[in-house]
Protein backbone atom coordinates (compact mmCIF):
# COMPACT_ATOMS: atom_id res chain seq x y z
CA UNK A 1 0.00 0.00 0.00
CA UNK A 2 1.15 3.48 -0.43
CA UNK A 3 2.26 3.50 -4.25
CA UNK A 4 0.79 5.51 -6.70
CA UNK A 5 -0.39 9.83 -6.95
CA UNK A 6 -3.06 11.66 -5.56
CA UNK A 7 -4.71 13.08 -8.70
CA UNK A 8 -7.76 15.71 -8.43
CA UNK A 9 -8.44 14.95 -12.21
CA UNK A 10 -9.32 11.38 -11.22
CA UNK A 11 -11.22 12.67 -8.32
CA UNK A 12 -13.08 15.13 -9.91
CA UNK A 13 -13.88 12.83 -12.94
CA UNK A 14 -15.00 10.08 -9.59
CA UNK A 15 -17.43 12.74 -8.36
CA UNK A 16 -18.84 13.80 -11.68
CA UNK A 17 -19.32 10.11 -12.39
CA UNK A 18 -21.17 9.93 -9.17
CA UNK A 19 -23.26 12.83 -9.36
CA UNK A 20 -24.62 11.27 -13.17
CA UNK A 21 -25.51 8.35 -11.84
CA UNK A 22 -27.33 9.35 -8.44
CA UNK A 23 -24.56 7.55 -5.87
CA UNK A 24 -22.97 8.72 -3.05
CA UNK A 25 -19.86 9.08 -1.95
CA UNK A 26 -20.55 6.86 1.03
CA UNK A 27 -22.77 4.09 -1.61
CA UNK A 28 -21.48 1.21 0.82
CA UNK A 29 -22.82 2.56 3.79
CA UNK A 30 -25.68 4.23 1.93
CA UNK A 31 -26.30 0.91 0.61
CA UNK A 32 -27.78 -0.36 4.04
CA UNK A 33 -24.21 -1.70 4.91
CA UNK A 34 -24.11 -3.06 8.64
CA UNK A 35 -20.90 -4.90 9.08
CA UNK A 36 -17.30 -3.51 8.45
CA UNK A 37 -16.01 -3.14 4.99
CA UNK A 38 -13.75 -6.51 4.13
CA UNK A 39 -10.73 -3.45 3.66
CA UNK A 40 -11.31 -1.79 6.46
CA UNK A 41 -11.32 -4.47 8.99
CA UNK A 42 -9.22 -4.45 11.75
CA UNK A 43 -8.78 -8.27 13.10
CA UNK A 44 -6.45 -9.74 12.32
CA UNK A 45 -4.50 -6.35 10.71
CA UNK A 46 -1.73 -4.40 10.32
CA UNK A 47 -1.32 -0.59 8.92
CA UNK A 48 2.00 -0.19 7.06
CA UNK A 49 3.44 2.71 5.96
CA UNK A 50 6.45 2.10 3.49
CA UNK A 51 9.18 3.69 1.78
CA UNK A 52 9.30 2.68 -1.77
CA UNK A 53 11.46 4.23 -4.81
CA UNK A 54 8.27 6.37 -6.10
CA UNK A 55 8.03 7.47 -2.48
CA UNK A 56 11.25 7.36 -0.66
CA UNK A 57 10.31 9.59 2.84
CA UNK A 58 6.90 8.63 3.43
CA UNK A 59 5.21 10.69 5.85
CA UNK A 60 2.42 8.69 7.52
CA UNK A 61 -1.20 10.77 8.42
CA UNK A 62 -3.78 8.29 10.13
CA UNK A 63 -7.26 10.45 10.67
CA UNK A 64 -9.63 8.81 13.03
CA UNK A 65 -13.48 10.48 13.13
CA UNK A 66 -16.35 9.19 15.37
CA UNK A 67 -19.16 9.05 13.11
CA UNK A 68 -21.68 8.32 16.13
CA UNK A 69 -25.02 10.62 16.40
CA UNK A 70 -23.73 14.34 15.44
CA UNK A 71 -20.57 13.37 14.43
CA UNK A 72 -22.04 11.24 11.69
CA UNK A 73 -21.55 14.18 9.16
CA UNK A 74 -17.60 14.82 9.66
CA UNK A 75 -17.00 11.84 6.83
CA UNK A 76 -18.76 13.74 4.29
CA UNK A 77 -17.02 17.13 4.97
CA UNK A 78 -13.81 15.53 4.88
CA UNK A 79 -14.68 13.40 1.84
CA UNK A 80 -16.03 17.01 0.10
CA UNK A 81 -12.64 18.62 1.25
CA UNK A 82 -9.81 16.16 0.12
CA UNK A 83 -8.50 17.48 -2.55
CA UNK A 84 -7.65 20.60 -0.43
CA UNK A 85 -5.88 18.74 2.11
CA UNK A 86 -4.32 16.84 -0.32
CA UNK A 87 -3.38 20.38 -2.24
CA UNK A 88 -1.20 21.76 0.55
CA UNK A 89 0.22 18.89 1.53
CA UNK A 90 1.84 18.04 -1.87
CA UNK A 91 1.54 20.84 -4.26
CA UNK A 92 2.48 23.02 -1.28
CA UNK A 93 5.18 20.79 -0.33
CA UNK A 94 4.10 20.99 3.26
CA UNK A 95 4.73 16.76 3.35
CA UNK A 96 7.44 14.63 1.76
CA UNK A 97 5.37 11.50 0.01
CA UNK A 98 2.29 11.97 2.83
CA UNK A 99 0.67 8.82 2.73
CA UNK A 100 -2.92 8.95 4.53
CA UNK A 101 -4.89 6.83 6.76
CA UNK A 102 -9.10 7.00 6.95
CA UNK A 103 -10.64 5.18 9.82
CA UNK A 104 -14.25 5.22 12.23
CA UNK A 105 -14.64 5.25 15.63
CA UNK A 106 -18.26 3.80 17.07
CA UNK A 107 -19.06 1.94 20.42
CA UNK A 108 -17.82 -1.23 20.98
CA UNK A 109 -20.04 -1.67 23.80
CA UNK A 110 -22.94 -1.32 21.38
CA UNK A 111 -22.52 -0.61 17.97
CA UNK A 112 -22.32 -2.98 15.03
CA UNK A 113 -19.28 -1.38 13.71
CA UNK A 114 -17.04 0.09 16.22
CA UNK A 115 -14.16 -0.03 14.57
CA UNK A 116 -13.17 0.60 11.21
CA UNK A 117 -9.21 1.01 10.00
CA UNK A 118 -8.43 1.70 6.56
CA UNK A 119 -4.63 1.78 4.67
CA UNK A 120 -2.05 4.36 4.39
CA UNK A 121 -2.07 5.41 0.47
CA UNK A 122 -1.01 8.02 -1.38
CA UNK A 123 -3.03 8.02 -4.24
CA UNK A 124 -7.11 8.27 -4.87
CA UNK A 125 -7.53 4.76 -3.30
CA UNK A 126 -7.52 6.71 -0.40
CA UNK A 127 -10.83 8.41 -1.69
CA UNK A 128 -12.29 4.94 -2.04
CA UNK A 129 -11.57 4.12 1.65
CA UNK A 130 -13.25 7.05 3.04
CA UNK A 131 -16.55 5.72 0.74
CA UNK A 132 -16.33 2.17 2.30
CA UNK A 133 -16.76 3.40 5.96
CA UNK A 134 -20.39 2.86 7.79
CA UNK A 135 -21.44 5.20 9.00
CA UNK A 136 -23.62 3.75 11.99
CA UNK A 137 -24.75 6.92 13.75
CA UNK A 138 -25.35 4.93 16.88
CA UNK A 139 -23.51 5.56 20.24
CA UNK A 140 -24.50 4.68 23.44
CA UNK A 141 -25.47 7.77 24.83
CA UNK A 142 -23.45 7.97 27.89
CA UNK A 143 -20.68 10.68 26.89
CA UNK A 144 -18.65 7.85 25.87
CA UNK A 145 -17.25 6.12 22.96
CA UNK A 146 -14.15 3.40 22.03
CA UNK A 147 -11.64 6.01 21.12
CA UNK A 148 -9.29 3.85 23.50
CA UNK A 149 -9.73 0.73 21.18
CA UNK A 150 -8.63 3.19 17.96
CA UNK A 151 -5.57 4.27 19.89
CA UNK A 152 -4.71 0.64 20.85
CA UNK A 153 -4.55 0.01 17.62
CA UNK A 154 -2.53 2.88 16.37
CA UNK A 155 -0.09 1.77 18.98
CA UNK A 156 0.11 -1.67 18.21
CA UNK A 157 -1.37 -2.45 14.93
CA UNK A 158 0.66 0.34 12.82
CA UNK A 159 4.07 -0.01 11.49
CA UNK A 160 5.72 2.95 9.45
CA UNK A 161 9.44 3.26 8.22
CA UNK A 162 9.42 7.21 9.36
CA UNK A 163 9.59 5.27 12.59
CA UNK A 164 11.51 2.66 12.22
CA UNK A 165 14.20 4.28 9.53
CA UNK A 166 14.50 7.88 10.91
CA UNK A 167 12.93 8.20 14.24
CA UNK A 168 10.23 10.36 13.42
CA UNK A 169 6.48 10.03 14.57
CA UNK A 170 3.73 10.05 12.66
CA UNK A 171 0.51 11.70 12.79
CA UNK A 172 -2.48 10.84 14.56
CA UNK A 173 -5.31 13.13 14.26
CA UNK A 174 -8.88 11.95 16.19
CA UNK A 175 -12.16 14.03 15.74
CA UNK A 176 -15.06 13.31 17.77
CA UNK A 177 -16.65 14.95 20.70
CA UNK A 178 -17.22 12.41 23.80
CA UNK A 179 -15.08 10.98 25.91
CA UNK A 180 -13.02 7.56 25.71
CA UNK A 181 -13.50 4.55 28.02
CA UNK A 182 -11.22 4.40 31.16
CA UNK A 183 -9.74 0.80 30.03
CA UNK A 184 -9.11 -0.87 26.71
CA UNK A 185 -11.22 -3.72 27.10
CA UNK A 186 -9.63 -7.18 26.39
CA UNK A 187 -12.64 -8.84 25.56
CA UNK A 188 -13.54 -5.76 22.58
CA UNK A 189 -9.73 -6.12 21.60
CA UNK A 190 -10.30 -10.10 20.97
CA UNK A 191 -13.39 -9.53 19.77
CA UNK A 192 -12.92 -6.76 17.13
CA UNK A 193 -8.77 -7.30 16.44
CA UNK A 194 -8.02 -10.94 17.44
CA UNK A 195 -5.48 -9.95 20.24
CA UNK A 196 -5.46 -11.99 23.45
CA UNK A 197 -4.72 -9.60 26.78
CA UNK A 198 -4.06 -11.25 29.88
CA UNK A 199 -5.87 -7.73 31.41
CA UNK A 200 -7.22 -4.76 30.16
CA UNK A 201 -5.42 -1.37 29.83
CA UNK A 202 -5.36 1.66 31.39
CA UNK A 203 -6.21 4.60 28.73
CA UNK A 204 -3.10 6.05 30.25
CA UNK A 205 -0.92 3.63 29.61
CA UNK A 206 -2.35 2.99 25.84
CA UNK A 207 -1.96 7.15 25.26
CA UNK A 208 1.86 7.07 26.26
CA UNK A 209 2.11 4.41 24.18
CA UNK A 210 0.87 5.83 20.94
CA UNK A 211 2.32 9.63 21.35
CA UNK A 212 5.60 7.58 21.16
CA UNK A 213 5.39 7.14 17.92
CA UNK A 214 2.70 9.19 16.71
CA UNK A 215 1.77 13.16 17.31
CA UNK A 216 -1.74 12.72 18.35
CA UNK A 217 -4.24 15.09 18.20
CA UNK A 218 -7.80 15.61 19.18
CA UNK A 219 -10.11 17.70 17.59
CA UNK A 220 -13.29 19.24 18.73
CA UNK A 221 -15.38 20.32 16.48
CA UNK A 222 -18.39 22.99 16.61
CA UNK A 223 -21.86 21.52 15.47
CA UNK A 224 -20.95 18.52 17.42
CA UNK A 225 -23.57 16.88 20.50
CA UNK A 226 -20.86 17.87 22.92
CA UNK A 227 -19.29 20.51 21.72
CA UNK A 228 -17.58 22.95 24.73
CA UNK A 229 -18.95 20.65 26.89
CA UNK A 230 -16.09 21.22 29.88
CA UNK A 231 -16.03 17.65 31.03
CA UNK A 232 -14.82 16.37 27.48
CA UNK A 233 -12.39 19.23 27.08
CA UNK A 234 -11.05 18.36 30.69
CA UNK A 235 -10.65 14.56 29.84
CA UNK A 236 -8.46 15.10 26.84
CA UNK A 237 -6.74 17.65 28.38
CA UNK A 238 -5.55 15.73 30.80
CA UNK A 239 -4.77 13.01 28.09
CA UNK A 240 -3.01 14.95 25.88
CA UNK A 241 -2.59 18.58 26.67
CA UNK A 242 -2.28 21.57 24.14
CA UNK A 243 -3.37 18.91 21.69
CA UNK A 244 -6.94 18.98 22.51
CA UNK A 245 -8.09 21.19 19.92
CA UNK A 246 -11.73 23.12 19.88
CA UNK A 247 -12.72 23.88 16.57
CA UNK A 248 -15.30 26.70 15.88
CA UNK A 249 -15.99 25.48 12.46
CA UNK A 250 -15.94 22.10 11.42
CA UNK A 251 -14.76 23.37 7.78
CA UNK A 252 -11.90 24.21 9.30
CA UNK A 253 -10.83 20.75 9.59
CA UNK A 254 -8.94 19.77 6.60
CA UNK A 255 -7.02 22.90 7.26
CA UNK A 256 -5.59 22.25 10.19
CA UNK A 257 -4.69 19.16 10.15
CA UNK A 258 -2.69 20.56 6.81
CA UNK A 259 -1.30 23.22 8.42
CA UNK A 260 -0.20 21.19 11.72
CA UNK A 261 1.47 19.18 9.44
CA UNK A 262 3.32 21.56 7.24
CA UNK A 263 4.80 23.15 10.58
CA UNK A 264 5.78 19.92 12.10
CA UNK A 265 7.78 18.79 8.73
CA UNK A 266 9.25 22.48 8.94
CA UNK A 267 8.06 23.34 5.47
CA UNK A 268 6.06 26.67 6.70
CA UNK A 269 5.77 29.29 9.51
CA UNK A 270 2.32 30.19 10.41
CA UNK A 271 2.34 33.13 8.86
CA UNK A 272 3.03 31.33 5.69
CA UNK A 273 0.77 28.52 6.17
CA UNK A 274 -2.38 31.38 6.69
CA UNK A 275 -0.80 33.19 3.40
CA UNK A 276 -1.50 29.68 1.61
CA UNK A 277 -4.84 29.37 2.84
CA UNK A 278 -5.65 32.84 1.11
CA UNK A 279 -4.76 32.13 -2.41
CA UNK A 280 -6.26 28.86 -2.22
CA UNK A 281 -9.62 30.44 -1.60
CA UNK A 282 -10.12 29.28 2.27
CA UNK A 283 -11.98 31.28 4.80
CA UNK A 284 -10.08 29.19 7.43
CA UNK A 285 -7.16 31.46 7.79
CA UNK A 286 -8.74 32.76 11.19
CA UNK A 287 -9.56 29.75 12.67
CA UNK A 288 -6.63 27.74 12.08
CA UNK A 289 -4.16 30.73 13.12
CA UNK A 290 -5.87 30.56 16.58
CA UNK A 291 -5.60 26.94 16.41
CA UNK A 292 -1.71 26.97 15.74
CA UNK A 293 -0.92 30.20 17.84
CA UNK A 294 0.94 27.97 20.30
CA UNK A 295 3.22 26.48 18.18
CA UNK A 296 4.62 29.65 17.77
CA UNK A 297 4.09 32.58 15.15
CA UNK A 298 7.21 33.14 12.76
CA UNK A 299 8.95 30.06 13.62
CA UNK A 300 8.84 26.66 12.95
CA UNK A 301 8.55 23.31 14.88
CA UNK A 302 9.98 19.83 14.32
CA UNK A 303 7.21 17.18 14.61
CA UNK A 304 9.95 14.41 15.57
CA UNK A 305 11.31 17.17 18.28
CA UNK A 306 8.05 18.78 19.45
CA UNK A 307 8.22 17.64 23.42
CA UNK A 308 4.55 16.13 24.13
CA UNK A 309 2.90 18.12 26.60
CA UNK A 310 1.82 15.35 29.64
CA UNK A 311 -1.33 15.65 31.48
CA UNK A 312 -1.63 18.97 33.55
CA UNK A 313 0.18 21.02 30.96
CA UNK A 314 -0.40 23.93 28.70
CA UNK A 315 -4.41 23.28 28.14
CA UNK A 316 -6.70 23.20 25.29
CA UNK A 317 -5.85 25.19 22.56
CA UNK A 318 -9.73 26.89 21.89
CA UNK A 319 -10.48 28.85 18.87
Given at each position: MGS???????????DRYRRASGRSAFSYSDSGARSVHPALDPRGAVRESRDSAEHPQSTPVAVLFDVTGSMGHVPRTLQAKLPQLLGLLLRQGY????????GAIGDATCDRVP?????????????????RIVLEGGGGGQMSESYELALYFMARHTVTDSWEKRG??????????????PRVDRRQVSRLIGDELGEDVPVRQIVDEVTRRWDTYY???AGSHYAGNRKVLDF???????HAVELDDLDAVCETIALTIGLGEQAIDLDQ???DLDRSGSTAGRTVSKALARLGRGR????????????????????
Open positions: GIWSTDVYDAAARDPQLMFLQVGQFESDNRMDDDLGRRGYLFIIGDELAYLLPWRGLLGQGVRRVSAAALPFTPAGGSGVTRL
